[in-house]
Every structure is written in C-alpha cells, then in structure tokens.
C-alpha cells in the first residue's frame, strides 16, 4: 500500500538571488499539507503528522476532482479582504461536523500545490523537480481543476521573484522558496527559503526577562484614538543589546496595559511574566509580513538597534486588521 512520505524542507537563506538551476515558487502564509486521494478519501496530514482532513470538509468534497491514487504537496490557505488570513486556519483542528461545515462556508480554504507526489498510482517522488512540475500542470489542466484547487505559480525568471517580493507581501505572501531543477523529491531539507523581511519601529512597552538586561521586549504603537496596542514581541536580545536597552527603561506606576496577559507565543496559552515600563523608547526591529486578525506580527521581530534620537510620536499608527 503507498503511504505518504515524508514533506520534503526548506534551508532558510539570507539572499533572495535565484540560483542558476532552480526554480522558485510563493511562499504562501498558510498550513503545510500533504494530501492524498485514493478509493475516495482524501488524507490531508499535516508537517507533523496530524490528520486535517475532519476539519476542512471543503477540501474532502472538492477532493472529487482529482484523478484517483493521486498525491499532492502543499499549503492550506484562507482568503479574506484579498489578504491571507492564516488567523481563520486557527481552531480548524478542533472543528467537526457542523462546526467544521459552518466555518468552511464563513472561510473556505483553499489548497495551494505545489508539488506533485503521486499520479494515478505512479509514484513521481523520484521524478527531478522540473518533470514533477510539468505533470503537475498538465494534471490541473487536463482535470480542469477548480476551487478549492489551486496551483502554485513557478518561475525561473529572476525578474518575477523580484516582483513577487516587491507586491505580493502585501496580501501576505511570506516570500518564495527555492527548489533545483534536477532534485528528487526526498525527506531532507534540500530546497531553500527566502523570507521577505523589513525593519520598523515601535514602542517599548513590556520587557521579559531581568530589568538589568531585559531578555525580550514587548513592543507596541498608539492607534488613531491614542491608545496604546500592543503590536508583537522581539526575539531574545543580545546581552551586550539588553544592557544598553536597560539604561532607558522605567518602571511604570501606571500603565495602559495594567492588568493584560501576554502569551509565551502565537497560540501558545502559556503566559508570560512581564515588568511593564514608561512607553517611551523607540526600537527598529526587522519583521516579516505574517499578521494575525487584529493586524499583529504573527512571528517574534528581530531586534535591530535602539532609536532614543525619536519619540513615540515618530512611529506609525497601528493599523487594525480586517474584522469580521
């Protein structure tokens, strides 16, 4: 019996050049799944191995479409206000039956793929990249395949991976990975990953850690009615960073976030232990274009430098996400 293999990872890479050889594909903000159809049903396993298919019902109807024994890699993804909402992927897991169905039809996903692993019963895993591509495409176009189907765009045109980088951040692509051309498809971290990053400044207004040499910094930016948001956290400073930090914090006595929890992660439920201080000093912290539905980063901000020469009024407002 064919099982599914292992998804094939990505080595993050800190130039966006396209390598001569390779291909490059979206990175798209969205759950990673390899999908199975076979004797009609659909096995939609996560990177992890947990078993999504219950909690996407769009995905098992739409599953119709494609030809029998047939794999696929990819990501699952939900449209909202023409942005990637990976906020409404949250609690899909824990959804069945009517629950599930009623979420579908408020936010239907969708499945982006991305590589082709088996077709009509031919394993193509040992196929190189460029072959499984080709049949890929001929697959959504012999089958005509629709929503909630949808394919991946690749390119080896250095001047579309630019592009992509440039424009589509802004609905929330996170950036592009990077695949050879000649390459099998294996359980290693063999392709690459760019991710689209770009600096910003915010407001400290927690810290984590020692008030000599805070560990982590919880940042923040005044919305259009002066109050203070809370906009995400910063990695783990520096020693050297979290001293020099230190020096310009203070204490608050009162403070706009007396009394809030902050969690450990993105949908962790552990809390944090925060010292709340004046919301004064501006810091630049690198951040990807990843946000959840109230318009936070989503993944911790790479700490950059102090900015003490600006004052809170310097910063941009917050920009709330969509509602809904």
Do not use: N
Not at 14 to 42: F, H, M, N
Not at 59 to 78: C, F, H, W, Y
């Amino acid at each position: 019996m064919w099982m599914l293999p292992e998804p094939m990872l990505a080595e993050p890479v800190a130039d966006p050049a396209l390598p001569e050889g390779w291909a490059a594909e979206v990175k798209w903000d969205g759950w990673r799944a390899l999908a199975s159809w076979d004797a009609g049903r659909l096995v939609l396993r996560s990177r992890r191995g947990a078993d999504l298919a219950p909690g996407f019902p769009e995905l098992r109807s739409g599953a119709v479409q494609l030809p029998d024994a047939t794999a696929l890699d990819g990501e699952v993804v939900v449209w909202e206000s023409g942005r990637l909402a990976f906020e409404r992927l949250q609690g899909r897991l824990q959804r069945r039956g009517t629950g599930a169905a009623r979420l579908a039809e408020q936010w239907p996903a969708h499945y982006v793929a991305f590589d082709l692993l088996r077709l009509e019963g031919t394993d193509t895993t040992v196929w190189p990249y460029r072959r499984r591509r080709a049949a890929l495409e001929h697959l959504f176009a012999e089958h005509r395949l629709t929503a909630p189907w949808a394919l991946c765009p690749s390119t080896t045109d250095p001047d579309t991976v630019r592009e992509w980088l440039t424009s589509w951040t802004a609905v929330g692509v996170e950036g592009v990975v990077y695949k050879g051309l000649e390459s099998t498809y294996q359980p290693v971290r063999a392709w690459k990953k760019y991710k689209a990053r770009h600096t910003e400044d915010a407001i400290v207004g927690a810290f984590t850690g020692s008030p000599a040499a805070p560990r982590t910094l919880l940042l923040g930016r005044y919305d259009t009615d002066g109050h203070l948001r809370y906009i995400g956290r910063s990695t783990t400073l520096p020693q050297a960073s979290g001293r020099a930090v230190a020096d310009f914090l203070t204490p608050a006595k009162d403070h706009p976030w007396t009394g809030w929890t902050f969690s450990a992660g993105w949908g962790s439920r552990e809390s944090l232990h925060v010292t709340l201080v004046v919301p004064e000093l501006v810091v630049e912290v690198g951040v990807d274009v990843a946000r959840d539905g109230a318009g936070r980063w989503r993944h911790p901000a790479r700490w950059h430098r102090m900015r003490p020469e600006l004052t809170p009024a310097d910063t941009p407002r917050f920009e709330p996400g969509p509602t809904g």
